[in-house]
């Protein structure tokens, strides 16, 4: 069975920093993409970061670039995403998901996590 | 970026009848779309990719079609547990992955 179970996340002040971690099993982490998508309080859903399975090439939306590093640990079946100079907009659950590609080339998410909430606040 | 406009916001029916969903992209997706469904308080779920495929145990009362710019999601026929909302992502080209803005499903 895939699991997905993200922890890290809490109450933090503006400019603070925080390190969300994702531990997976039930799958070949190593040869997985893996993606954080973040969701605010009441509102939809926002791709944030993707990682290819090798950790070397990495992806983010512009609103988190040169803030957030997303990162793995493939002996450890871990993803992570440390979250730097936070603000109250980065307020929000993060998942993270498990990317599947398909026969078409294309990748999709087929698997999340339960989520953890990240509040930036004073 | 490409931007992804799901209509209508909110949807409301009563069980059995039919639900249209729809997605529109400001330029073409080709056929790298997806549609998630997620329920209060859940995670959301994967229910169709490459625009008109079911994920793994998805029931058959989902199918899903379209191209380029316009995509649409149908419930043939709506259950309970259908009640939720529904978010398409594309997955073409470069990131950034957007999703719309969702579809809120809800009892009439």
């Known amino acids: 069975e895939v699991q997905l179970l993200e922890s890290g996340g809490g109450l933090i002040q503006p400019g603070g920093s925080l390190r969300l971690s994702c531990a997976t099993s039930?799958?070949?982490?190593?040869?997985?993409?893996m993606s954080w998508v973040r969701q605010a309080p009441g509102k939809g859903l926002e791709w944030v970061s993707l990682?290819?399975?090798?950790?070397?090439?990495?992806y983010y939306v512009d609103s988190v670039k040169g803030r957030f590093t997303i990162s793995r640990d493939n002996s450890k079946n871990t993803l992570y995403l440390q979250m730097n100079s936070l603000r109250a907009e980065d307020t929000a659950v993060y998942y993270c998901?498990?990317?599947?590609?398909?026969?078409?080339?294309?990748?999709?998410?087929?698997?999340w996590g339960q989520g953890t909430l990240v509040t930036v606040s004073s | 970026e490409i931007v992804l406009t799901q209509s209508p916001a909110t949807l409301s029916l009563s069980p059995g009848e039919r639900a249209t969903l729809s997605c529109r992209a400001s330029?073409?997706?080709?056929?790298?779309l997806a549609w998630y469904q997620q329920r209060p308080g859940q995670a959301p779920s994967l229910l169709i990719y490459?625009?008109?495929n079911r994920a793994t145990g998805v029931p058959a009362r989902f199918s899903a079609s379209g191209s380029g710019t316009d995509f649409t999601l149908t419930i043939s026929s709506l259950e309970p547990e259908d009640f939720a909302v529904y978010f398409c992502?594309?997955?073409?080209?470069?990131?950034?992955?957007?999703f719309g803005r969702g579809t809120k499903l809800e009892i009439k």
């Open positions: 330029q073409s997706v080709s056929s790298s």
């Open positions: 490459d625009a008109s």
């Open positions: 039930g799958f070949t982490f190593s040869a997985s993409a």
């Open positions: 992502q594309h997955r073409s080209s470069w990131p950034p992955y957007t």
């Open positions: 998901a498990k990317d599947r590609y398909y026969a078409s080339g294309s990748s999709y998410l087929d698997y």
């Open positions: 990682i290819y399975s090798g950790g070397s090439s990495t």
